[in-house]
């Protein structure tokens, strides 16, 4: 199959450093390649895929301090999709909604991952104007504020089994958070939970422009008093170890989380992961089995003694069986053949009608001639 995936630019594929989308996009690309799919991967230059690789953007837009407008670029990479989208059976778009309206002729063949929140209110009179695009959620929560939208499945993340190994005889017996500080990744929440509950916590994240007043304001003031470390943006490499040797996962937001990629890092791990009752989160941890789900930071303290008595291998089991990238992968196969299927019915029922309209034809044809024949 000749498939096109079409990534954000804001990083790359993979990120270097903090990036889920870029993130999801490589781990499918590169299964889907070693399933034997024709791949191009549209993407910045500084990408590593094994697949086709398009560049374009010189490098990620948040690495690059000369851009200040995302838009200009990701419409330059439309239109090289745009060029070769005759090439592809499908073009699959991680993009947003930015595409519907050059691909919407072409929806047949076109299918868009949401990956952000879909409850804010700008985005759905563009949803309803776009009603006939195909889509898929990456949880059945992110899509309950879209009612009456081309949903066509969820399919939830995967990682590559061997990307973190697990650690299940021990652990460096602290609480980890991993991701963004934000107001809706409630940081602060963490480090309540982790001083309540008399455990040591690592704090391993990102802070984006927009949030260093409530960095510098906020959270970092919380962070005196001992017991609290700030490491900072971690990649890959680090973060399997980060994730590996901690007690616990804590997730502890306050917004309908889309999914969540640090969860299932984490089980990677066979680390369990405690987590606010919001957004994804009841679909992703299985309470009691791979974390807990709390709703509140009284509850959270009081479950971290059955957290961390959770069984570290039934973990890693439990993402094997439900987040590899081989089951992301073959999710998104058999929606792309669906839609070929959808898409090649049409087509067939128009080359029969051609061809039996031929038959006719010639038929009428040879019935003439032999009555001009008879006639003679």
């Known amino acids: 199959m000749r498939i096109a995936q079409i990534a954000p630019l804001f990083e790359s594929v993979p990120p270097r450093l903090y990036g889920g989308t870029e993130r999801v996009v490589a781990y499918l690309t590169e299964e889907l390649v070693r399933q034997g799919h024709q791949v191009t991967l549209f993407a910045s230059e500084d990408s590593i895929t094994s697949a086709e690789l398009v560049p374009c953007t010189p490098r990620a837009l948040r690495l690059d301090p000369d851009v200040r407008d995302a838009l200009p670029h990701h419409m330059i990479m439309l ?14 778009f991680h993009v947003d909604y930015l595409h519907f309206p050059l691909f919407r002729c072409e929806r047949s063949r076109t299918l868009t991952t949401l990956h952000g929140r879909q409850d804010l209110a700008d985005h759905m009179p563009f949803y309803r104007r776009f009603s006939d695009m195909p889509l898929v959620s990456i949880s059945n929560a992110q899509r309950a504020p879209l009612p009456g939208v081309n949903f066509v499945d969820t399919v939830y993340h995967g990682l590559p089994v061997g990307l973190h190994m697990p650690s299940l005889d021990r652990h460096g017996g602290y609480l980890a958070f991993l991701g963004r500080i934000s107001p ?46 700030f490491i900072g943006e971690i990649n890959d490499n680090a973060k399997g170890e980060f994730l590996g040797q901690a007690a616990g996962l804590l997730f502890p937001i306050d917004w309908p989380e889309p999914f969540g990629l640090v969860m299932i890092e984490a089980m990677a791990c066979g680390t369990p992961v405690l987590a606010f009752r919001c957004g994804s989160v009841p679909e992703i941890v299985e309470d009691g089995l791979t974390g807990r789900i709390v709703s509140d930071v009284d509850e959270a303290v009081r479950a971290v003694p059955e957290l961390l008595a959770l069984d570290r291998k039934a973990i890693r089991v ?35 009608m051609a061809a039996l309209s031929a038959a006719a034809n010639a038929h009428g044809s040879e019935a003439s001639v032999a009555s001009a024949r008879k006639d003679n």
Do not use: C, N, W
């Not at 239109?79 to 699959?92: G, Q, S, Y």
């Not at 590899?324 to 029969?352: C, F, G, N, W």
């Open 79 to 92: 239109d090289k999709v745009r060029e070769r989208a005759d090439e592809f059976d499908v073009l699959h």
């Open 184 to 229: 809706e990744k409630r940081p602060d929440r963490a480090i309540a939970i982790a001083r309540a509950a008399g455990r040591p916590l690592k704090i391993a994240a990102k802070v984006d422009k927009a949030d260093d007043a409530y960095f510098r304001d906020f959270i970092a003031p919380m962070l005196d008093g001992g017991g609290i470390e």
């Open 318 to 352: 439990r993402f094997e069986e439900r987040f590899s990238a081989t089951r992301m992968a073959a999710d998104y196969v058999k929606i792309y053949q669906k839609m070929l299927r959808k898409h090649a019915a049409p087509q067939l029922e128009l080359s029969a």
